[in-house]
């Protein structure tokens, strides 16, 4: 009876990825995820997406991501210039870009 009155201790599952983690001062540290939102045409996402991921400075994140590992949730993401570079210089493949039709309710 005893035996089942004991607390259950919960085990910490570990994976691979659990190790990768590196420091890039001021910014966000690696690993992370990033949503970007904001007013369409006025606040500026594809602009700092795009110097967030193809500037070349050590600071940010040119050499950090594979297109592989960047999804694109947009509603211009095959009609905006911007958008195209991105998606041309980081390889992203096009099962990764999402279309949204931004329809007004």
């Given at each position: 009876?005893?035996?089942?009155?004991?607390?259950?201790?919960?085990l910490?599952?570990?994976?691979?990825?659990?190790s990768?983690?590196?420091?890039?001062?001021?910014?966000?540290?690696?690993?992370?995820?990033?949503g970007?939102?904001?007013?369409?045409?006025l606040?500026?996402?594809?602009?700092?997406?795009?110097?967030?991921?193809?500037?070349?400075?050590?600071?940010?994140?040119?050499?950090?991501?594979?297109g592989?590992?960047?999804?694109?949730?947009?509603?211009?993401?095959?009609?905006?210039?911007?958008?195209?570079?991105?998606?041309?210089?980081k390889?992203?493949?096009?099962?990764?870009?999402?279309?949204?039709?931004?329809?007004?309710?």
């Amino acid at each position: 009876m005893e035996d089942t009155l004991k607390k259950l201790q919960v085990l910490r599952m570990k994976d691979s990825n659990e190790s990768f983690h590196r420091k890039k001062g001021l910014l966000l540290d690696l690993p992370f995820k990033l949503g970007i939102f904001g007013k369409s045409q006025l606040s500026g996402k594809t602009n700092f997406l795009g110097w967030f991921l193809l500037y070349d400075d050590n600071r940010l994140y040119l050499n950090e991501f594979e297109g592989e590992n960047i999804y694109l949730i947009s509603a211009s993401a095959k009609t905006d210039d911007k958008l195209k570079t991105l998606i041309l210089n980081k390889d992203i493949p096009s099962s990764q870009i999402y279309l949204l039709n931004m329809m007004k309710m």
